[in-house]
């Protein structure tokens, strides 16, 4: 298993402050989960609230494997699509929440700076609801909370990928920290999602959770979508930097990070 935990980010010249502000957010909100649990039941996406544009607030029931489960339900918003939103900045746990903001903080950046601070904010919100509705495409009558920055994440993923393949990436790989090219690293993320989907997919009984794959693939396809349009749209060179002016200071070397 491939598991990133940093890249080479020695080009940026300053600190990629949507991003951080994103992270910031997530935490902040993941905090108020754990303070109120009811906050989790309302304002998450629920695929049968947005069909339907109803907010449930009685309990419901779901399948387990052979067991039949009460789940809660609380009031959300007003109107309840505003859970498309909330949504994007809510956790399952501390290992999802964990997760989710090193990808972010790993990628984000990057991505931030090629975009810039607005469009990086539209772009992630866009690849957030393009996820989520990827999500309620698979089985729009379902009553299970989806939630999680994980869709929003995929399309920072596919806009990376495309924009930066050849950026190296450290990651734990068989208990060893390597530095592999954005394009394996990513690219073998992207596998599995479309592979685990496709298992997801087959699943046809009502259960009470789990990974939510299509909305991780809708997320990422958005990204390479739109970073296709930032690449071919926008000059291709990354930004000028002390690593990059000393390398091509020296003589007879011209080396780009």
Do not use: C
């Not at 903080?105 to 690849?127: M, T």
């Not at 596998?191 to 989907?197: E, P």
Request: avoid cysteine; glycine fraction near 10%.
């Amino acid at each position: 298993m491939i598991f990133p935990i940093s890249d080479d980010d020695r080009h940026l010249m300053k600190p990629a402050w949507v991003s951080i502000g994103l992270l910031l957010a997530n935490v902040a909100l993941f905090l108020v989960q754990l303070m109120d649990p009811a906050f989790t039941y309302g304002w998450s996406v629920i695929p049968l609230e947005i069909v339907k544009g109803v907010d449930l607030v009685d309990p419901v029931l779901v399948r387990s494997g052979r067991e039949i489960l009460q789940l809660p339900q609380a009031p959300g918003p007003s109107p309840i699509y505003l859970t498309i939103l909330s949504a994007m900045f809510m956790h399952g746990g501390w290992a999802h929440i964990g997760g989710n903001m090193l990808y972010l903080w790993i990628f984000g950046d990057n991505v931030e700076h090629r975009f810039g601070a607005v469009k990086f904010l539209i772009f992630y919100l866009l690849s957030g609801v393009v996820a989520t509705f990827a999500q309620i495409a698979t089985d729009p009558n379902g009553v299970i909370p989806n939630l999680g920055a994980s869709g929003a994440i995929s399309g920072v993923l596919g806009a990376y990928l495309v924009l930066f393949p050849r950026n190296m990436v450290n990651a734990v790989f068989f208990f060893r920290i390597v530095s592999l090219p954005a394009i394996f690293v990513i690219g073998m993320w992207a596998f599995m999602q479309f592979v685990n989907g496709a298992g997801s997919i087959a699943q046809t009984e009502q259960t009470t959770g789990g990974v939510a794959y299509a909305a991780h693939i809708g997320g990422f396809v958005a990204g390479v979508v739109m970073g296709l349009f930032a690449r071919f749209g926008m000059k291709n060179n990354e930004p000028p930097s002390v690593f990059r002016r000393i390398y091509e200071d020296e003589p007879g070397v011209k080396r780009y990070w």
